[in-house]
């Protein structure tokens, strides 16, 4: 390294220096809290991107759920706690429990029927 090529070393770290220079004028003047709160900032725009992704995949895997049409038994995704149509019958369909269920308004008794063999009637 000749000392020829020391001033243009210089300039590329100027902006850095400068910098540097700015914080350390501020720490000496009792203003240490105002750069310990840039930092602190910074550390915060850094840190809160990845935070957010992390905790959209940890509310997406407690609420999202994938099962069949109890109607026509076609499997697709809805959310838990929600109200959804299936997307082949139409039928409306409730969210609750991780499982789908047809929505019946209040009042109505929904019913499921049982196949009876007329062997079992005639005993």
């Known amino acids: 390294m000749s000392l020829k090529s020391f001033p243009s070393q210089l300039e590329s770290l100027r902006p850095w220096l400068t910098l540097l220079a700015v914080f350390w004028l501020l720490a000496s003047l009792g203003l240490g809290w ?16 990845v935070i957010a992704f992390f905790g959209f995949r940890w509310w997406l895997q407690r609420n999202l759920v994938v099962d069949q049409c109890p109607v026509c038994r076609y499997e697709f995704t ?14 409306q369909l409730l969210v609750q429990n991780r499982h789908f269920r047809r929505f019946t308004p209040d009042g109505t008794i929904d019913v499921t029927a049982v196949e009876v063999t007329t062997k079992s009637l005639e005993d």
């Open 78 to 91: 809805g959310l838990n706690n929600s109200q959804l149509q299936c997307p082949n019958c139409s039928e």
């Open 34 to 49: 105002l750069v310990n709160s840039l930092l602190f900032i910074f550390g915060l725009l850094l840190l809160a991107p």
